[in-house]
């Protein structure tokens, strides 16, 4: 049976070779005890799975010990009793620090029996790493000392010699003050991590009968919806795995819908709005989000692609099933709609423009900036408060994630990302983790639009005469040359594929939509919400447009500028003169003859 987890193959090939080890990582959860003689896998505690391990190996004598509980072994009082004798120590009292780990070196200096200490709260003997008082530090020195002395016990079991060894159970490495295990040839760090794919199917499948509905399936049909649940449960612990099982089991959920309880379990419902999307709505995206962005109909292809393959259930086919559900990089001039469309998909799919997450990347510049996406270690300020990312993705699992400006993050940062593409989820600093996997993942960018000539002096790279085709090319490789050679990170690439979308210059055609959709925009919410009824000439809608075809560099976001400055204002200084903010009809003849002033309007009851 291969069913050994890693960390515990590294224990066996490393265990005659350091004295002392840290195990960090998934500590909390359960582990596989493989009984090869039976062909059996059983999930215990990490610390009954130390104390078999070792007791198989033929140490005598295994103590574990923490800050709180003192030394104690609840699965043989007889060992515990033997290793007070050979520390020298009463372990019914309250021992001070200092005085157990003194204890724990004298006993693991003897050579009459093996012997294996596991200290199961490491970080608690330094509350602040890095930074500890003398007698914290002298705690730690007294292990490193222990550490560097390798001592042979002769196993009474085996009649072997054993090192004598020390394990320390951490969350985190850097739980553990770094002097303590840099450069120490004497310490091995063992990483824990999430149970993989093999274990899951084997842990499934041993209580798959508590479900409902599977005595009715056959062996095939059993197989089947075992290889489903392991790939549902993509990045969950056993004990998570466990608690999808009951919820199965407290629910009545049948395992034709094991889905469901998977969704329940991470999100705290059955449903996914991704699974509600029906083919007629899947049919009418493209025209439905070129109605809000106009003339970017190949982003909008893009996307339209990607939301049918997602909401079809085909983007999990390829692999695994705890990515997101796709993920674009929109790159192009501002004010070309980038945002609008990252709207336009949230409205589209759940319903409410509100589920768009955005983050600002040029807050996110520094390289400690990891903490405000994932929260700020314990010990340290904003701890309780948690990360803007992890807390927003805990709060709203289906919707659209937008980081904008993404070229303004610190590298680092990047690294979180990779993670969130590739494996759909991320630990914050409290340890909970959060899953992407309902998420859909935007990048946008301004790269490619300048670059820097031989003097370090910003000039344009592409500009609104170029050739789209040509412009698109021009921006694509800039793009590539940021992520390869300036950042080094070409990774980052590859997890987004074929899925960049350049944005076109908005060009005159362009404007003239977007004019009138804001327009139109603008009287319907004054009618609707004002009781208001705005009449425009046409003489004013063509000062309109004459304005904002005169500076198209701003973008759709010009646009909106000049029909608050044009219009919006105007109507404002109007209303205030008749006195009326509701119950009115009013026709703008033609503009102001400057700025400020009003423009030729009539007036008429409703």
């Known amino acids: ?47 009954m799975f130390m104390y078999m391990y070792l007791k198989e190996e033929g140490y ?34 309250e021992l001070e620090v200092g005085v157990a780990l003194g204890a724990a070196r004298t006993a693991l200096n003897t050579t009459g029996q093996a012997v294996a200490v596991v200290i199961t709260m490491a970080n608690t003997l330094a509350l602040v790493p890095d930074s500890l008082s003398d007698d914290e530090a002298s705690y730690y020195s007294s292990l490193m000392l222990t550490s560097m002395n390798p001592t042979l016990g002769m196993s009474g079991t085996t009649g072997k010699p054993l090192t004598n060894l020390i394990f320390m159970f951490t ?66 612990s056993l004990v998570e795995l466990d608690g999808v ?67 079809l259930g085909l983007s999990s086919l390829q692999g695994n099933h705890g990515k997101p559900k796709g993920v674009l990089f929109f790159a192009g001039p501002t004010g070309t709609g980038k945002t609008e469309l990252a709207k336009s998909i949230a409205e589209y799919v759940f319903g409410d423009e509100a589920f768009m997450i955005r983050f600002d ?72 983790t959060v899953y992407f996997s309902e998420t859909l993942i935007i990048f946008t960018s301004n790269l490619g639009i300048n670059s820097k000539n031989k003097y370090g002096e910003l000039v344009e790279n592409v500009n609104k005469d170029m050739p789209y085709d040509e412009m698109r090319e021009r921006v694509l490789a800039s793009i590539q040359d940021y992520f390869k050679f300036q950042i080094n990170r070409p990774e980052i ?60 560099d701003n973008g759709g976001r010009g646009i909106g500028n000049v029909v608050e400055t044009y219009l919006v204002n105007p109507l404002a200084r109007v209303l205030t003169k008749e006195r009326a903010n509701k119950n009115i009809q009013l026709m703008f003849d033609a503009p102001p003859s400057a700025l400020g002033e009003l423009p030729k309007y009539r007036v008429a009851p409703m």
């Open 1 to 47: 049976m291969k069913l050994m987890e890693k960390w515990q193959r590294d224990l066996t090939v490393y265990r005659d070779v350091y004295t002392t080890f840290i195990v960090e990582g998934n500590i909390h959860d359960k582990q596989t005890w493989v009984y090869e003689e039976d062909d059996y896998c059983q999930p215990v505690s990490l610390e």
């Open 60 to 93: 005598d004598v295994i103590a574990f010990y923490n800050t709180v509980d003192g030394f104690y072994n609840t699965f043989d009082d007889k060992m515990l009793k033997t290793f007070n004798g050979l520390a020298g120590v009463n372990t019914d009292k």
């Open 171 to 236: 969350d985190k490495i850097n739980d553990i003050p770094a002097w303590f295990y840099l450069n120490n040839p004497h310490v091995k760090t063992l990483t824990i991590s999430k149970p993989g794919k093999d274990i899951r199917k084997y842990i499934i499948s041993s209580k798959l009968n508590v479900v409902p509905g599977t005595e009715e399936l056959t062996d095939s049909e059993r197989d089947e919806y075992t290889e489903q649940f392991a790939l549902l449960t993509d990045g969950m």
């Open 245 to 311: 099982i009951t919820l199965c089991r407290q629910q009545n959920i049948d395992i034709k819908n094991v889905r469901e309880a998977v969704y329940l379990y991470r999100y705290g419902q059955t449903e996914s709005y991704w699974d509600k999307i029906d083919i007629n709505k899947i049919q009418n995206i493209e025209a439905v989000l070129k109605k809000r962005v106009k003339g970017q109909e190949q982003a909008v292809a893009k996307v339209a692609d990607i939301i049918s393959r997602a909401s």
């Open 361 to 432: 990347m040029s807050e996110y510049g520094q390289s400690h900036s990891d903490q405000k996406l994932l929260g700020a270690p314990p010990g340290y300020v904003g701890y309780s408060a948690g990360g803007q990312l992890t807390n927003a993705i805990k709060e709203k699992p289906f919707s659209v994630v937008l980081f904008d400006e993404i070229e303004k993050a610190h590298p680092s940062i990047l690294d979180k990302f990779l993670q969130i593409l590739e494996d759909g989820r991320l630990t914050d600093s409290a340890g909970e």
């Open 493 to 552: 690439l590859n997890r987004i594929g074929d899925n960049f979308v350049v944005f076109n210059y908005i060009n005159e055609k362009t404007a003239m939509d977007i004019l009138s959709a804001k327009i139109t925009s603008f009287i319907n919410k004054l009618r609707q919400e004002k009781n208001i009824q705005l009449y425009i000439s046409a003489n004013y809608s063509n000062y309109l447009l004459s304005v904002a075809l005169g500076n198209l």
